[in-house]
């Protein structure tokens, strides 16, 4: 079955540290990947998206991922996290022969300490 | 440009009976997806509406229908309500439909929060 798995359910994390959150899709071709952002009391926000090409894709507020075939993972990371970046993070996916249905990984919830 | 709104942004409601949320688009969006969203979980896919048609359906029962209006609004209505409808339900809007084979970005409004007790 085609399936979305982020494997932290939590992190804590510094402000100026580095952070990466893992997702792992299970499909049967290269689905498109997406990464959103849920602040408290908000939609999601698109941060960035993968359809093909560069494997090392830029978005929004600093945010890069990978794309990495073998491994079927598309890992957000950010150099330097900022108090602002806590919030819920979520990978999603679509297949390419679908009309846009949007398959979301459980979520990465991100704590930001002092 | 407006970007997608929804309403009410919450609502209590009783086992049993029947709700109607909805959803106004983005501007120059013609494609209108819903999701439920139940708390600590990702957003799960409902229904998909393309000018005015059904496009596609998750894995909801018959009590979950939604409409789209020619403007592009929507609503999606929940019949009988259960206790575990209680969630927060996700508007998204896009341009495109079964043509764009889902490379379109879709945007979110804020979501209405139902409560079912």
């Known amino acids: 079955a085609q399936s979305v798995t982020q494997p932290d359910i939590h992190i804590t994390v510094s402000e100026g540290a580095s952070l990466e959150l893992r997702c792992n899709y299970s499909y049967g071709a290269t689905p498109y990947l997406f990464w959103y952002v849920q602040s408290p009391g908000q939609g999601l926000q698109l941060l960035l998206k993968?359809?093909?090409?560069?494997?090392l894709v830029q978005g929004i507020k600093g945010f890069e991922a990978e794309f990495k075939r073998s491994q079927s993972s598309f890992n957000l990371r950010k150099p330097s996290v900022h108090w602002s970046d806590a919030a819920e993070y979520f990978c999603a996916v679509v297949s390419t022969d679908s009309w846009g249905k949007l398959q979301f990984g459980a979520g990465t919830q991100v704590v930001v300490t002092p | 440009e407006t970007g997608v709104t929804q309403s009410p942004t919450h609502l209590i409601k009783t086992r049993g009976q029947q709700v109607t949320l909805r959803c106004s688009s983005q501007s120059g969006h013609n494609t209108v997806s819903w999701y439920q969203q139940a708390l600590g979980q990702g957003p799960q896919f409902i229904f998909q509406?393309?000018?005015?048609?059904?496009?596609g359906r998750g894995n909801f029962p018959p009590r979950f229908s939604g409409l789209q209006f020619p403007n592009y609004s929507s609503e999606l209505n929940v019949n009988a309500l259960e206790l575990d409808d209680s969630a927060l339900y996700l508007c998204?809007?896009?341009?495109?439909?079964?043509?764009?084979?889902?490379?379109?970005?879709?945007?979110f409004g804020p979501g209405t929060r139902l409560t079912v007790l």
């Open positions: 509406y393309y000018r005015e048609e059904e496009n």
């Open positions: 998204a809007s896009s341009w495109g439909g079964t043509g764009a084979g889902g490379r379109n970005e879709q945007f």
């Open positions: 993968y359809f093909s090409g560069d494997t």
